[in-house]
């Protein structure tokens, strides 16, 4: 029997999983959220320093509440790209850290690896599939043949989704992440909505772009100063999720892949769930359960166990952090 820690700390939230074997036993988060919401969004030095003083208290619940010591971990898996650099430098210089130490060998995966599979901690799915990873930093589609295997076919050519969720929720004076907030107020709402563009439609590729709608949106509160909030929020939000599925459906045929799964904060979105419902009769869609949809380690931890299984190599040598690296290995 072996356990395994996984560490993920590459954006606001320092998060670290055990398993036994390959079953997850614990996540712990800690959120960085009240800090970061005084400034708006995420200030990266302060997300740095955050982490630091996280990681150590949250590393010793885990291994207390999991009733394991060190002696007990076979595999150590850490985040290491993409993120903010400072992020990621804590949570993988942290856990070489401790593999060294302790002899324990260690597995670096690309966070969009993580996302792509935080489905699979509680579906059984299989491949190939087509694979969404919409969140605040990404909205890239992918064909995930298998645990190593994934091509590109469609990503954003400005902001991410979450990205325009979070930026659209500011100007309306909410607060920070906008996403859950605006998905809440959409829900109020069912009057006329405004018809916001929806970008990048009817073009022939996968591609996604947002800050035209965002744009769109700051446009229509400066002539509308008594605008009506909701009604703001549901068609804005129609207009994302619009969008989002019907490049999805159109990618799915074009591949002919009948499974899909929709990954990354964005998925916990109540439209976006209720639209697939409606929109892929014929197809099998899968979505991470709303704790796995967030940043977390449970999903670094499964991508990393099912690497080390397939590939056995320690990287501690080789783990180097990037910023921005896209995940393609096709
Ligand atoms: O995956 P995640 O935790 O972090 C990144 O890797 O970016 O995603 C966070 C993003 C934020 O932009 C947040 O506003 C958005 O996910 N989000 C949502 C919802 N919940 C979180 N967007 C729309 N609807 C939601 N319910
Ligand atoms: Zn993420």
């Given at each position: 029997m072996t356990y395994t820690l996984a560490f993920e700390s590459s954006c606001d939230d320092t998060s670290i999983a055990l398993f036994k074997n390959d079953q997850l036993i614990i996540t712990e988060t800690a959120s960085q959220v009240k800090i970061h919401r005084a400034y708006g969004g995420v200030v990266p030095e302060l997300a740095a320093r955050e982490h630091t003083k996280n990681i150590i208290p949250l590393f010793n619940e885990v291994l207390e509440k999991g009733g394991v010591?060190?002696?007990?971990?076979?595999l150590i898996v850490v985040t290491i790209e993409p993120g903010l650099i400072g992020s990621l430098l804590v949570g993988t210089e942290c856990a070489r850290a401790i593999a060294k130490f302790n002899h324990i060998p260690i597995k670096g995966v690309h966070h969009i690896a993580g996302h792509l599979h935080a489905a699979h901690l509680t579906h059984s799915i299989p491949y190939p599939y087509l694979g969404v990873a919409v969140s605040g930093g990404h909205t890239h589609i992918y064909i995930v043949y298998d645990i190593d295997r994934y091509e590109l076919i469609g990503w954003t050519l400005d902001d991410a989704a979450g990205e325009a969720y979070d930026k659209v929720a500011k100007m309306c004076g909410l607060t920070y992440p906008g996403g859950p907030v605006i998905d809440q107020l959409a829900q109020k709402w069912s009057g006329a909505v405004i018809p916001f563009p929806r970008p990048l439609l009817h073009q022939k590729n996968f591609n996604y772009s947002f800050s035209g709608l965002k744009t769109a949106v700051s446009l229509y509160l400066k002539k509308n100063p008594h605008y009506i909030l909701e009604q703001v929020a549901a068609s804005f939000q129609k207009a994302v999720v619009e969008v989002l599925l019907y490049k999805l459906k159109k990618a799915a045929d074009h591949y002919q892949l009948n499974n899909i799964v929709i990954s990354g904060?964005?998925?916990?979105n109540s439209e976006l769930r209720k639209g697939v419902a409606t929109q892929f009769k014929d197809k099998k869609v899968f979505f991470p359960e709303l704790k796995y949809c967030m940043d977390n380690a449970a999903m670094i931890g499964y991508v990393g166990i099912k690497l080390f299984e397939k590939h056995g190599e320690d990287q501690f040598e080789s783990i180097q952090p990037h910023a921005s690296k896209v995940l393609a290995t096709l």
């Open positions: 010591t060190l002696q007990d971990i076979g904060g964005v998925a916990a």
